[in-house]
């Protein structure tokens, strides 16, 4: 008789099938790029595996702070995936509070539920998922 083997299956994460193909791909391209390079680097070898992946992204994409209606500046997300998901990528070991601190605010700026903080660092990728609680 075969057994089948169960499969580990979190029901309490947000767009869980989404977000690890976006994970993978980040593993996919520290496996042939190493560490140790440029933010910007990663940021476009990340958005060429995604397409290759048929994930539907935008990249760079204007976010406006609005007071009372008028736009009073702009920060920009390096990655919206599938208008659901925002992507960060981040250089270093770790990830600071004012990196967590910018991802929540992207989030409630554009009323979006999760993102991705992805550091590639010498030890490999590294990867937090943020909650913004609506």
Partial sequence: MIKQASVLKRDDLIYPELSYKIIGRAFDVFNEIGPGLLEKYYQKALAQALKGSGI?????????????DEVVGRKFLDFLVDDKIIVEIKRGLRFSKSHIDQVLEYLKLNNLRLAILITF?????????IINQL
């Fill in 56 to 68: 539907s992204f935008l990249e760079q994409v204007n976010c406006p702070i609005k007071y009372q």
């Fill in 121 to 129: 660092s010498n030890d490999g990728v590294v990867f937090k998922r």
